[in-house]
């Protein structure tokens, strides 16, 4: 059964270093999605396990086995593609039976098999089409039935989703979890869009300028990012500058830049070292007491509206408040804000600064 | 800057509708949002605006003067597409000073309008950059500059974010709305993304089909959509089909099956076929209490901010809901769960001519 192994990855283009020594292992059965900004090499390691591409050192291991040398047609893998990639002079159904077709499957295997995966997609009332008759998110589930059709157990999925529109992204990923874990497949899925990977994933590894960042579940990155770049890239955060001004077992109090404090939980760091406090929107909320900040302005997101503030340490705060309770703010105002003390995470202030360690592109 | 507006518009391409009595209406220094599927025709509005694309019908007006046959590099709207479209071999500031007016500008005011403009998009320290060395960002502040150093007053945006990462999208969000809004112009942003429609628009206009289904604020658009189309496509909603049976402070409604749900009132009689449609986000679930009918929890996902719940319920199909992650661990999958929704949060359409399914194609 395939479970993938990257050990020490490297790969250069001229100077560019895409992928920096890269270990990773993605379990039998396991959704793994390798999230980052673009530039940040995960196309790359997608296609070295898929062997489109050849390492400059470092092996792959694609169920146990050295996977040097050998093609992508004989790693047993189905791919499917960013810019859908389907034959359009075929219908959908002899796109999907191509796999089969070429293993010199019989006719009756091939038509079952198309059966099965179109019916899997949703597509069977579909299958006598041609590609450009049917709209984007149906020639990504066509794309997938073919990738399928191989009968591989590893499937890889490079930013399937990224050339459609949203709404019908929203829809699909959803589908594309259902569809892999039905087959109990073994899925590596690359994107740029940390919502999706959340939807996905088992494990979403985070990727940045060739290395990986950190790895962990949607909920462990969500909610105890071991890393700043991961708190902000992995859903959206604030970030509050400071120095530890006292430590304690569960109850740490950080000093922000006009001398207001916050208390955290957990903090593991020691006094007077300087700070970076990350927490997210919807653990801040209008209190008696707190940060003095001053309202900026609203934005209404359907079931809540997000409230942009500038805190007294010129911090800039947001902060999410029920759609019904909107009219009790405006702009201008000045509130106290209080952070719900288990969901900040406190990380070391960088070296390079906050705006450098975060930088999206 | 012009008021714009579009009375009447016609264009067919060969069979297909891509403007189909298209009437729209943007204020001077409006941030209009024009949201749509793909196919819907919005790429034609631009074009009809900008004067690219020649109506077959119609009038265009630019304040209170009419358009159709002024030439489009006579209209002062610019068009910022999807790949911004700058010269590759120019540097910034030379692509800044392209555009057909500056030109004949002395050499003091060129560079009086440059520094201004890259002053504005924030560009100072790279004007002799090449694009190619610029990030995602300042490759569209580039063209931004180019397009508002040419005097333009009209800015038309062709899902101006695409090409984007999903996350740089979301922090550019407001930065190119402030800039729009800040030089006072009037702006039409074309984009397929209901949640970019929601954060940057003034008002939004849905399109579907070459016409428009509705023009409203974020909130009127996402509270009271006009259609089920609507009311699936900003924000995604689950849907309830039956009858009107009773009609006091809130609509009832019974389908074939005898469950009933609560609605708030609207332009319907007892006895009409109906479509109730309440956000994922209003769909509320718990294990105990009172609910219009149960479901089986089939799947939770953790997305961050929310979780993402699927439910089957028997004789009424696939429900879901958003509820706060907090929650995670408490709902598991095959757990029984009673779904409900205050009856405000639900609106009642009409039974849609073509059927449901048809009317809710996103594509």
Redesign the interface.
Known sequence: MPQVELRNITMRFGKVVAADEVDLIIADGEYVTILG??GCGKTTLIRIIAGILEPTQGEVLIGGKNMKGVPIEERDLGYVFQNIALFPHFTVQRNVTYGPMVKDRGKDEQRQTAQKYLELVKLLDKMQMFPSEL????QQKASLARALATDAKLLLLDEPLSAL????R??LR?EL??IVKRLGLTAVHV??????A??VSDRIVVMRAGGIVESG???QL?TRPKDIFTSN????TNLLEGWVKERAEGRSVIELRDESTIVVEQCDFDEGDAVVVSV???FVFPFTDGLLSKIEYF?????YWRVTAEAQSEDMVEFDVP?AEGKLYHPGQEIYLMINRKAAVVFPRPKEGIAEAVK?? | MPRIRLEGIVKNFGDIKAANDLNLDIQDGEYLCLLG??GAGKTTALRLISGLTKPDKGRIFFGDKPMNEVEPEDRKAVMLSQTYALFPQLTVAENILFGPDIKDLSEHDKEKTLNEMLEMVRLRKRPDAYPREL???MQQRTALARALASGAEVLLLDEPLRAL????R??LRHELRDLAKSLGLTTLHVT?????A??MADRIAVIRQGSIIQVG???EV??NPASPFVAN????SNFFVGDVIQKREATEVQDDSGHSVLARPGGCKIGDRVVVAV?V??TEISKEGEGFFEGTVE?V?????NL?V?LNVPNIGRYSS?I??WR?GKLMPGDVVKIKWSADKARVFPMPEKGLVEELK??
Request: aromatic share 8%; charged share 30%; with cysteine.
């Open positions: 900004p673009s709209c984007g998110g149906e529109d949203a709404r019908v929203v829809d959803y979890r259902r994107t740029h869009d940390q919502e999706e959340m939807s579940t949607p909920q969500y890239f992995v859903g959206e997210r929107p919807e934005t209404y997101m359907g079931t759609a999206l592109e | 599927p793909t990030s995602g960002g990462d999903a996350r740089l979301i922090s397929h993304d209901q949640e970019e929601l954060v604020t974020p909130a996402f509270d496509f900003v924000g995604q956000k986000g209003n799947r996902l953790f997305e961050g901010r993402h699927d958003k706060p992650s995670l996103v594509e």
